[in-house]
């Protein structure tokens, strides 16, 4: 054994112990930045948590206990989208609906009541109304006041022709004048500023910093703060770093400008008592999301499914398309898919994003939310109707075809309808196909597992194969070698090339996935391709189609 090949032997456990802890790090960077670094988004998760049971993680749950910060979270979130929509279209609100609450008014029973008049064609997603930051249930006309002052909030989310979803709320306040003192409620109480003291006495008073800071989600880059010391002697100092950059005032009033996303401010107090040094320090995060505005927020630019589509059977794979306002593609990260109030995790990632939904019989409620990488986001949903099919019934035709163009075979089976059977995988489908045609098939892993076709066989299917000179180019070109590995009767992986075999195309898009995990519905188009370049030849080199094929396809 050479002295490089010991030295590799060390360092190779070495390389992998430091892969591992890199790989642990990163995907801890990424739990960390989506349950801290986007509390709006968690936020929300809770709110519905409360209602269907989802699961969110314990990190934001902590940050988000209350019930109170969760409201003012979302109200601030529809606010916030409204008025950039507003600012950007300069002109005055649309009403969309109105209330016979008249605001600002004294009335004298605890028993409310008001009505709600759409004024648009709309369709509506959700109706919400909040009295003092508690959401009624299930609305009747009818809310429940204190004493005092009451803050009713009215919050109608609606549903546009493209399925996105937009949300508009109106804000009032109603006073209530009890004749009577026996059922006084305690008056409504504001937040007040942190304090943070230092129990180190200085002539009896407490040392300590006064600040409204907060850990928050603010939608606006520019943030103002108050921050000053309380009971310090002449030497007390106080420094304020936002993002390890130190900020002055001349007075205990900031204003300062955010990064997108998350922001650290550092207070630090220090002053001398009792001949000892002080010191207090307090960090703050401040998460900035822009407003999505017609102008910015992220859209679907492609999905497999309509609004109202009738579905024969349960099973269905959704294939969605999402990119930011500047073009960038937006991946499974920044797309929360919902049936029914049950999060669906996604499947793969290839030319789409890829999620496998099981329907209910009947009416099914599909909800897409799609977040950009500066937290900007778009609400879409859709109502899909599926008639329930038992196994083994027929619920559409797929069109299948398999060809060797680049072989100049042509297509070995033309065009041709095929029935698809409930309960029966992409996989039991082709393996039916070719079976019920007279093929014989090799496959790596099974039906339901990890299928992958390997070789089609059947007498003479590659008898006339002939590479065509100018592929013949294209390959060698691309430093690959031609081998005379291959049989008149059968076709497949390491025919003509190491880089040869069968690839898969549905519905226009070559996929990177196995057929057990793939499903069909009625109308879908399945191709069966085979290649002599890892698909660079017939244009399934990349995932979204471009980069690394040849300039000619075949």
């Known amino acids: 054994m050479s002295r490089l090949q010991r030295i590799s032997q060390k360092l190779i456990p070495l390389f992998l112990l430091i892969a591992v802890a890199i790989g642990s790090f990163c995907f801890y960077s990424n739990q960390q930045y989506k349950a801290e670094e986007n509390p709006l988004k968690q936020a929300v998760a809770e709110h519905l948590e409360q209602k269907n049971n989802i699961k969110i993680p314990t990190t934001a749950l902590k940050k988000l206990n209350s019930k109170k910060s969760i409201f003012k979270k979302q109200i601030e979130e529809f606010k916030q989208t409204n008025e950039a929509k507003n600012l950007l279209e300069k002109k005055e609100k649309k009403s969309y609906f109105k209330t016979s609450i ?85 008056p409504y109480s504001k937040q007040k500023a942190s304090t943070s003291t230092v ?61 997108i996303g998350s922001n650290s401010i550092r207070l630090k107090a220090t002053d001398i008592i009792k001949g000892k040094t002080v010191t207090i320090n307090q960090t703050y995060t401040i998460i900035f999301i822009p407003t999505a505005n017609p102008e910015t927020e992220p859209k679907i630019e492609y999905i497999n499914i309509k609004n109202e589509q009738t579905i024969k059977g349960a099973d269905f794979l959704l294939n969605i398309l999402a990119k930011d306002f500047s073009g960038k593609r937006i991946y499974k990260n920044g797309i929360e898919v919902k049936l029914n109030d049950t999060v669906i995790r996604n499947k793969w990632d290839s030319n789409y994003s890829v999620y496998k939904l099981l329907f209910i019989d009947g009416k099914n409620t599909l909800d897409i939310r799609i977040t950009d990488n500066d937290g900007r986001f778009a609400d879409y949903s859709y109502t899909i109707n599926c008639q329930k099919a038992q196994n083994g019934e027929k619920i559409g035709k797929i069109n299948i075809s398999i060809d060797a163009k680049v072989l100049s075979l042509d297509y070995i089976i033309k065009t041709t309808d095929f029935d698809i059977i409930q309960g029966d995988n992409g996989a039991k489908t082709i393996a039916n196909f ?45 430093g690959l070698t031609l081998n005379q590995k291959h049989s008149h009767d059968s076709l497949g992986e390491l025919d003509f090339t190491y880089a040869s075999g069968w690839m898969i195309k549905i519905n226009g898009n070559f996929i990177n996935y196995n057929l057990s995990d793939a499903v069909f519905k009625d109308g879908d188009t399945l191709e069966i391709r085979f290649t002599l370049a890892y698909g660079k030849d017939i244009g399934g080199y990349s995932l979204n189609g471009s980069g690394g094929n040849f300039d000619i396809t075949w």
């Open 102 to 186: 008249k605001n600002k008014e004294t009335v004298f029973n605890k028993i409310y009541k008001f009505r709600i008049t759409h004024l648009t064609k709309l369709e509506i997603k959700n109706v919400f109304v909040y009295v003092n930051e508690d959401e009624i249930s299930n609305f009747t006309g009818k809310i429940l006041l204190k004493n005092g002052e009451n803050k009713i909030l009215v919050l109608v989310r609606y549903i546009e022709k493209n399925r996105k979803i937009i949300s508009v709320f109106e804000e009032y306040t109603v006073f209530l004048k009890l004749q009577t003192t026996n059922s006084v409620t305690p």
């Open 434 to 478: 070719l079976n019920q045609n007279g093929f014989e098939y090799s496959n790596k892993g099974t039906i339901n597992d990890g299928f992958y076709l390997y070789r089609i066989t059947k007498s003479g299917i590659a008898q006339n194969a002939s590479i065509p000179e100018e592929l013949k180019k294209e390959i060698k070109n691309a």
């Open 199 to 259: 129990k180190t006495t200085n002539n009896n008073k407490n040392f300590s910093i006064n600040t409204n800071l907060e850990n928050k989600t603010v939608y606006n880059e520019k943030f103002s703060f108050f921050a000053k010391l309380n009971n310090a002697s002449k030497k007390g100092e106080l420094s304020v770093v936002l993002n390890g950059k130190t900020i002055t005032s001349t007075s205990e009033n900031y204003s300062v400008a955010l990064n």
